[in-house]
C-alpha cells in the first residue's frame, strides 16, 4: 500500500468516525441542560466529562478501523460493516436518549449496541489484535453507559418514558 493511500485511508476512518459522533452530538446539543434535570445516581460522572471521553473513544475507533482497513483478509469488510453499524447505532442512543427522550428505547438499543460492539471487537481482534485492543475501552464505557442508562430511565419515569 502506498504512503499517499495509507494516509487517505486514515483520514477517511477519522471523517467516518466522527461524522457519526457529530449526528449524535446533533441530539445532545441540549444535553448538559438535560442531564442536569435528571434526577441521577450518585455513582453518575459529572456532564463536562462525556466529551472528552468520547473525542478519545472516538479517536480509538478511527485508528482501530484504520488498521483494519489497511490489513489484506478476508474477513475485512464484514469486520468494517459490523464497525458501521455499532457506529450508526452509537449515534442513534443520542437521538432516543435526549432527543426524543426515550428512556426504555434508549436502554434497549444502548443493549443492543453493546453487543454490536463487542462483535466488533472479536472481528477486528481477529484481523489485528491492535485494532481489537483500541476498542476495549469503548466497550467497557459502553457497559458503564448501559447502567447509567438504566439508572437514569429508571430514576426518570416522568422525563424518560
Excluded: D, H
Amino acid at each position: 500500500m502506498t504512503r499517499r493511500k495509507s494516509i487517505t485511508g486514515f483520514l477517511i476512518c477519522f471523517i467516518v468516525a466522527f461524522a457519526a459522533a457529530a449526528a449524535g452530538s446533533i441530539a445532545s446539543i441540549r444535553a448538559v441542560a438535560f442531564y442536569q434535570e435528571l434526577t441521577r445516581p450518585g455513582w453518575s460522572p459529572p456532564a463536562f466529562l462525556f466529551g472528552p471521553v468520547w473525542t478519545l473513544l472516538y479517536a480509538c475507533m478511527a485508528v482501530a478501523s484504520w488498521l483494519v482497513w489497511r490489513e489484506n483478509s478476508p474477513r475485512r469488510s464484514t469486520a468494517l460493516a459490523v464497525y458501521v453499524v455499532q457506529l450508526a447505532l452509537n449515534a442513534l442512543w443520542s437521538w432516543l436518549f435526549f432527543a426524543w427522550r426515550r428512556g426504555q428505547w434508549s436502554f434497549v438499543e444502548v443493549l443492543v449496541l453493546w453487543a454490536a460492539i463487542l462483535l466488533t471487537v472479536v472481528l477486528f481482534w481477529r484481523i489485528r489484535r491492535a485494532a481489537g485492543l483500541l476498542l476495549v475501552p469503548y466497550l467497557l464505557w459502553v457497559s458503564f453507559a448501559s447502567c447509567l442508562t438504566y439508572s437514569v430511565w429508571q430514576l426518570n419515569p416522568g422525563l424518560l418514558p
